[in-house]
């Protein structure tokens, strides 16, 4: 069950809304199913002598009369608004069960608390079988305003406890750090324009995607403004520093043809001007410029980083934890960006499902998490997908995933765990689609019988208490090609297995000859390390660089000639 708590001031607006067939012919039978008080609230829905204009004139009249009798003015935002919604699949609520909804509601957040004769006036009104909308008018018959100090959090609270009482479907309680729901009127508005979601959502999304990519706060707006986002920022009177920004998606407008305008904050608590600078790397660092001398590097220097959040996310440190989900939010986005196989798609829904739990009530400590933010900025200007080590990367993402479900859940993240857990679906089915013709393929290739047993016995010497498991398992063919193609590299592979078997426990591991074919996989080519270096040392370069241009980043957005067809 969904409240969304809204002020306003027009209160006969909204009646007539309310009381009207809808935007677009939804309100099939409104009426009112409580009130302040049944016997003197008309239901135009119920009576036919009622008017819209009659009911409007009683309630605006109260709060006219009680303002005037203070000698101020009618407050601005003097309309209370409060839509709620069962959810999806849940059972039938008659009209009655309805009114002890709303009769709790204002109740629990303070519009009209139950014995208060002198609460607000408010009515329930009834559009569909699985929502109705409360609406008051917030001055007391003692003319002071309610108490309603957050009012939304308390509705949500007693929800929670209707839909256990009503055996409905139990949502998760929330932290205060979700981003803000689109309004009835930004879905509206969606519908009619052929969008499969709102500007606001759609917005984040670009947001998102663009700050995980760029180096600088100046980059992050021109990027936006390059994808046809109108930029619009705040500077301060003194200063004349930028302290705070709003973004318009292309060709939204309001009724007059002005742009709608989003404030960073708005569209999510960790997109404001100060959040952003907290994860942008500083200025003279930023401009430095970078060169790769493997492609390869972006992804083997992420895969490491995501191994070592993995490790933080065991740890005590639940600042340095939460500093490293929101690397791993930048991180996806950036996977998705630079990947260019039929897997895009689930990689990107993993991004997007993954904002919601890449924050918490929990201060990030941002600068633990260094190395991944670094290392994800490095992927957004990679060029091509090295093979396995990208897929490599995605096994990685796969289990960072489940950890930071696990994670939200033994503190009670609940929201954030569920999704966590989205996002791990996305990337197991990602990773699965990448790399089940590469596992085929690696088996289909595997070294000759003779070569296998002599891998056979490095296992059983390097991993004895996992070899029967990794030799069991259906990718150890696989992990043998694997294996000769690390030796052909310069590793000794009974070494190298040591080393990958103990950088983290294979107990766990449904297949273990799986996780350690990707371990080596993300192995730098020890003999191409080694030419490197005798190159430095010579003077000369036996591998050109590779610059990274901070002007040309891989962002995984959704560009505006796109928005029909995938908002």
Not at 111 to 131: L, S
Not at 282 to 300: F, N, S
Not at 352 to 362: D, E, P, T, Y
């Amino acid at each position: 069950m969904v409240p969304d708590v809204s002020t306003g001031s027009d209160t006969r607006g909204l009646i007539v809304y309310l009381f009207g067939p809808g935007r677009r012919d939804e309100h099939i039978d409104p009426h009112i199913v409580a009130a302040w008080d049944m016997a003197g609230a008309p239901d135009p829905g119920r009576d036919p002598a009622a008017t819209y204009t009659q009911l409007a004139k009683r309630l605006d009249h109260h709060v006219d009369l009680r303002t005037r009798e203070l000698g101020s003015k009618k407050p601005p935002q003097h309309v209370w608004h409060c839509p709620v919604r069962t959810a999806p699949g849940d059972g039938y609520l008659t009209d009655t069960e309805w009114a002890e909804v709303a009769r709790r509601i204002v109740h629990a957040t303070g519009i009209a608390p139950e014995g208060d004769d002198k609460a607000c006036r408010w009515i329930a009104v009834r559009h569909a079988d699985d929502h109705i909308h409360i609406m008051a008018t917030t001055i007391r018959a003692d003319g002071r305003r309610p108490r309603t100090h957050r009012d939304g959090q308390r509705a949500q609270a007693e929800c929670r406890k209707i839909e256990a009482e009503f055996g409905l479907r139990r949502l998760k309680p929330g932290d205060l750090t979700a981003p803000r729901s689109p309004t009835g009127a930004e879905r509206a508005k969606a519908e009619r324009q052929g969008q499969t979601a709102t500007a606001r959502h759609w917005l984040r999304e670009q947001a998102y995607a663009v700050a995980a990519a760029v180096r600088t706060e100046a980059d992050y707006f021109t990027v936006l403004e390059s994808l046809g986002i109108k930029v619009k920022t705040r500077l301060g009177p003194e200063t004349g520093d930028v302290i705070g920004y709003s973004l318009a998606a292309p060709g939204d407008t309001n009724a007059t043809g002005e742009p709608v305008w989003y404030g960073g904050s708005k569209l999510a608590p960790d997109l404001s001007i100060n959040r952003l600078r907290e994860r942008l790397p500083d200025q003279k660092v930023a401009d430095r410029p970078r060169y790769v001398a493997d492609p390869a590097d972006p992804w083997r220097h992420t895969t490491t980083a995501l191994h070592t959040a993995r490790t933080v996310l065991d740890s005590d440190d639940d600042a340095a934890a939460q500093g490293h989900l929101a690397a791993f939010g930048d991180a996806l986005y950036n996977i998705a960006g630079v990947t260019t196989g039929p897997h895009r798609a689930e990689l990107r829904a993993a991004a997007m499902a993954f904002n919601r739990a890449r924050r918490s009530a929990i201060r990030a400590d941002h600068q633990a998490a260094t190395a991944l933010f670094k290392a994800a900025k490095e992927l957004a200007y990679a060029s091509g997908e090295p093979g396995g080590i990208a897929i490599a990367l995605l096994f990685a993402t796969v289990h960072l995933a489940r950890a930071a479900a696990k994670w939200h859940e033994q503190r009670g993240h609940e929201q954030q765990a569920a999704a966590a857990e989205e996002a791990f679906r996305h990337l197991q089915a990602g990773y699965q689609q990448a790399a089940t013709p590469v596992l085929a393929d690696l088996a289909r290739r595997a070294p000759r019988a003779a070569t296998a047993r002599r891998f056979e016995r490095d296992v059983r010497v390097a991993l004895p208490d996992q070899a029967d498991r990794i030799l069991a398992d259906p990718a150890w063919a696989a992990l043998t090609t694997t294996l000769a193609h690390a030796e052909t590299a310069g590793h000794n592979p009974r070494r190298l297995l040591t080393e990958v078997g103990t950088q983290r426990e294979l107990d766990s591991a449904e297949h273990p000859a799986e996780v350690l074919n990707w371990r080596i996989t993300a192995q730098p080519n020890r003999r191409t390390q080694a030419a490197r270096m005798r190159s430095a040392t010579s003077g000369t370069s036996a591998m050109p660089a590779t610059p990274h241009s901070p002007a040309t980043p891989a962002v995984a957005v959704t560009r505006p000639e796109e928005r029909s067809r995938h908002r």
